[in-house]
């Protein structure tokens, strides 16, 4: 296994894995051994963090963040950042109840992952379920997926955050570059990759201010 300089993720061939301590998959993910160590393969094909990765996005994650995550569906990433982040926690907001049966089952199992049936919009209500916020990550498929994102960054004031972006706009280049606009009114640096090959229409952006 070969680190990728994000906590607890490796490289074995051509695939990624995170370093677990659950001997159980959550999504039928392949499980492998070395060194009496457990790694849970990380597809890029079912995550689009593992995709952006894949391609060379370099997101900042500490081990110790706690993350609001905001979109969680029924938690194939969010298990795997759960891994990544094994000091942290992740406040993981689903609005969904469909999703949130799975979603909740995962929390049970990994008690740094809190599993919040609400609605992103309306970042007051989950307010008195989280102690503070290092980092926002976003996936949530909507033509206002920036503001909400925004709404969110106003409340909770992280410094860094990972927004997996839809474009819906046939003019999709002026479309990304006025969303970006709004952002920098609030990061000061910007990165963007374009994960096309694995997820039609998205980018993975990062955020930060520092």
Do not use: C, W
Not at 51 to 66: Q, Y
């Amino acid at each position: 296994m070969r680190s990728t300089g994000i906590p607890n993720l490796y490289e074995e061939g051509n695939s990624l894995y995170t370093l677990t301590k659950f001997e159980k998959p959550v999504y039928g993910e392949r499980i492998l051994i070395r060194n009496s160590k457990m790694y849970r393969e990380f597809s890029p094909l079912r995550s689009k963090l593992a995709s952006s990765i894949k391609l060379g996005f370099k997101p900042e994650l500490r081990e110790e963040d706690h993350m609001l995550y905001l979109g969680s569906s029924t938690g194939t990433t969010a298990s795997h950042i759960s891994d990544i982040l094994s000091k942290g926690v992740i406040f993981a907001v689903e609005f969904s109840p469909v999703s949130m049966i799975k979603l909740s089952e995962l929390g049970k199992s990994r008690e740094n992952l809190i599993p919040l049936l609400l609605d992103a919009n309306k970042p007051e209500q989950y307010e008195p379920f989280i102690d503070r916020v290092e980092m926002i990550y976003q996936d949530i498929a909507q033509p206002n997926q920036i503001d909400i994102f925004l709404k969110n960054v106003k409340y909770y004031s992280p410094k860094r955050g990972i927004i997996m972006y839809k474009s819906y706009s046939m003019r999709s280049d002026t479309e990304l570059k006025n969303e970006i606009n709004k952002l920098k009114k609030y990061f000061k640096n910007i990165s963007m990759k374009n994960i096309e090959r694995f997820h039609k229409g998205h980018y993975a952006i990062y955020v930060s201010n520092h």
